[in-house]
């Protein structure tokens, strides 16, 4: 079974500190990971992937097999970046028969504060 | 493109009733999940649907049941409420096979009083 786990509830900072939410995983096979943001009063929505190794919004993740760690980093922290923040898995697999299979599963979520 | 649409946003209901919740998904995407958002527990999966058919289910009782149409509209059903269900439910789409990137509707307020 997969699990991800977000050590941390809640992480404040101020403006133009360096920020990291770390988040850790285990999953037996090739995992795929993201992290997802959710602003107040807005959707849940993905910020990055890390097939896709960019940089959104000044926020990059590198995917550490050995250390099953997949933490998100930002050098520089800005007001607006305040949010809830959730590092989620992606677990596929093909049965037998062909028919495919997933499953997201998602870390407890990280409460960033950027004070200014 | 229209985004993950969630029917009803709000929704108080006494203990015992039972609800239901609508999800449209994205145009062209064939697979639908749902969630459970609480301050306590995150974000807790609750099943997934792909093509009409249930792929995944998380570990809720089996009060907590689901649907999808041949549209990929899907529906989730909560029978005999309780307090501890109120939370906010998030229907997520997928445009390929389950469990991959998914985008979120603004989620279903349910309140058990």
């Known amino acids: 079974a997969q699990r991800v786990t977000q050590p941390e509830k809640l992480l404040s900072v101020f403006k133009g500190a360096p920020v990291e939410l770390k988040c850790n995983y285990s999953y037996s096979g090739s995992p795929e990971l993201f992290w997802y943001v959710q602003y107040s009063r807005q959707r849940l929505q993905l910020l990055l992937r890390?097939?896709s190794r960019e940089s959104i919004k000044g926020f990059t993740a590198d995917l550490n097999k050995g250390e099953t760690s997949f933490h998100l980093k930002k050098p520089f922290a800005q007001e607006e970046d305040s949010a809830m923040y959730y590092c989620a898995l992606s677990a596929r697999w093909t049965d037998a028969g062909g028919t495919s299979y997933g499953k997201l599963t998602f870390g407890q979520g990280t409460i960033l504060t950027v004070h200014p | 493109k229209a985004g993950v649409t969630q029917t009803p946003r709000y929704l108080i209901k006494t203990r015992g009733q039972q609800v239901t919740l609508s999800c449209s998904p994205i145009s062209g995407h064939r697979s639908v999940s749902w969630y459970q958002q609480t301050p306590g527990q995150g974000l807790q999966f609750l099943f997934e649907y792909f093509s009409e058919t249930q792929r995944n289910k998380g570990n809720f009782p089996g009060r907590f049941s689901g649907r999808q149409f041949s549209n990929s509209r899907s529906e989730m059903n909560v029978s005999t409420l309780e307090l501890g269900d109120s939370a906010l439910y998030l229907c997520?789409?997928?445009?390929?096979?389950?469990?991959?990137?998914?985008?979120f509707g603004q989620g279903t307020r349910l309140t058990v009083v």
């Open positions: 890390h097939i």
């Open positions: 997520a789409s997928s445009p390929r096979v389950p469990g991959t990137e998914a985008f």
